[in-house]
Structures are given as structure tokens and as C-alpha cells.
Nanobody
Framework: VQLQASGGGLVQAGGSLRLSCAAS????????VGWFRQAPGKVRESVAA????????YVEESVKGRFTISRDSAKNTVYLQMNSLKPEDTAVYYC????????????????????WGQGTQVTVSS
């Protein structure tokens, strides 16, 4: 599977962006999905995750109430809706997938993912 992340850009604090992760090859229904980010000088961290079915989702405490992960099966695309953005959200955002036999399990750890997109830059100005 190949992943293409897009939707990043420059936005003022308090603004919104929607990141997209499009997959080529097998449908997203075969995969659990995760969004990660890496800020300059920091390690890559989990942001949100969704199970293969999409029914089970998780967002990290730092973005809870502001970020939402969702998918559009018809478009074979997963989204990360980011609202009320803060300067500390500035980072390169990556989507990742892994095959999953469990339809209801999401994964938060970076090492659990097999395939990664190229990343999209999000910059939030104060």
C-alpha cells in the first residue's frame, strides 16, 4: 500500500486544517490507521488512531477535543480534522497503516505500523 498525506499548511492559532491520507492498493478497511507528528528537535509522537473498522478511535490527551480522526471508505481516505490549532501543534504530520486481524483494535505505538506516508507540514503561527 502507498499512502499520500496532504492538507498541511500555514494557519493562525485558533484556526483549522483537515489532513487527508489517501491509500492506493488495498482499501483502508484492511488496515488500522494512525496519525503521528514530529516537531523540530522532538521524537515522533502519536496523535490519533483508528481501528480497521473505524468504529474504535483514539486521540491523544494533548489534542483531545480538538482533533478528530475519520475515514471515507468511498474515497479510500482517512482524515485528521484539526480545530483550535495551537503553535505547539506545529509539526510534520504522518499517516501510517498496519494490517490488523482485529476489526476493533487501534494501535498507538509507532513501531506497530508497517507503512508510512511522506508527511505533510503543519505550521501554526501565534
Amino acid at each position: 500500500v502507498q499512502l499520500q498525506a496532504s492538507g498541511g499548511g500555514l494557519v493562525q492559532a485558533g484556526g483549522s486544517l483537515r489532513l487527508s491520507c489517501a491509500a492506493s492498493g488495498r482499501p483502508f478497511s484492511y488496515y488500522a490507521v494512525g496519525w503521528f507528528r514530529q516537531a523540530p528537535g522532538k521524537v515522533r509522537e502519536s496523535v490519533a488512531a483508528a481501528s480497521r473498522s473505524g468504529v474504535s478511535t483514539y486521540v491523544e490527551e494533548s489534542v483531545k477535543g480538538r482533533f478528530t480522526i475519520s475515514r471515507d471508505s468511498a474515497k479510500n481516505t482517512v482524515y485528521l480534522q484539526m480545530n483550535s490549532l495551537k503553535p505547539e501543534d506545529t509539526a510534520v504530520y504522518y499517516c501510517a497503516v498496519r494490517t490488523s486481524y482485529s476489526s476493533g483494535t487501534y494501535y498507538r505505538a509507532e513501531h506497530e505500523y508497517n507503512y508510512w506516508g511522506q508527511g505533510t507540514q503543519v505550521t501554526v503561527s501565534s
